[in-house]
């Protein structure tokens, strides 16, 4: 069974409008992880939230988490046609590491 | 510094073949991972190395998957023989010890015909 599913699947915005996706997870975790994965590249790590932290920042990112609801959010303020990706969420239990199936975003200019 | 290396970046080969795919991590990191990522599903973890010995292999689909990772820096993946099923995208991951940031490769596309 998935560990990790994202919401939406898939998400179109104009340049300048924030991205919000959400991911929600099953079993309890240590941390939790967004990637990003560009058309024909590898994951670049984004940003890690541990399990008693609610929210993170990093630049025009902005992470929560709810581990009550078993659930993460990444906001992506201000959007840039160089934000079209694909965005992963991961969670580290301390045994395994696993990814959702991942949001599709398209910043159109 | 050089990143995570995977190579080939594509291979296609035929269903019953043999293929091996290898990577690179980064210098100095002990733990290395393997992932899968079939077309439109999750990535799933295939197996985790410290170092040289396997921590974790519970991810392997089938005896028809073999990682070495002989003398604890590149790791190889063989798949023999390949099914069609096997088709995808093998991202290899390195992390430092101690710390948790996964550090991935570009990838390798894999298609078996």
């Known amino acids: 069974s998935q560990q990790g599913e994202e919401d939406p699947q898939a998400l179109s915005i104009q340049e300048g409008e924030n991205a919000t996706m959400n991911c929600s997870y099953k079993?309890?975790?240590?941390?939790l992880q967004w990637y990003r994965q560009n058309s024909g590249r590898g994951l670049v790590h984004l940003i890690l939230?541990?399990?008693?932290?609610r929210e993170k920042h990093s630049g025009r990112l902005r992470v929560t988490l709810d581990t009550s609801k078993k659930s993460s959010s990444l906001l992506i303020t201000a959007s840039r046609a160089a934000d079209t990706a694909s965005y992963f969420c991961?969670?580290?239990?301390?045994?395994?590491?696993?990814f959702g199936t991942g949001t599709s975003l398209t910043v159109i200019p | 510094e050089a990143g995570v290396t995977q190579f080939p970046s594509h291979s296609v080969i035929e269903k019953g073949q043999t293929v091996t795919l290898r990577c690179d991590p980064i210098?100095?990191?002990?733990?290395l991972y393997w992932y899968r990522r079939v077309m439109g599903k999750e990535i799933k973890f295939l197996l985790h190395?410290?170092?040289?010995?396997?921590?974790?292999e519970s991810g392997m689909p089938n005896n028809r998957f073999l990682a070495e990772r002989t003398g604890g820096t590149y790791s190889t993946l063989k798949v023999q023989p390949a099914e069609l099923e096997d088709s995808g995208v093998y991202f290899c991951?390195?992390?430092?010890?101690?710390?948790?940031?996964?550090?991935f490769g570009p990838g390798t596309r894999l298609t078996v015909l």
């Open positions: 991961a969670t580290d239990t301390g045994n395994q590491f696993y």
């Open positions: 190395f410290v170092k040289e010995s396997k921590q974790d």
């Open positions: 079993t309890s975790i240590n941390n």
């Open positions: 991951a390195s992390t430092l010890q101690g710390t948790d940031t996964q550090y």
């Open positions: 210098s100095g990191h002990d733990n």
């Open positions: 939230i541990r399990s008693n932290e």
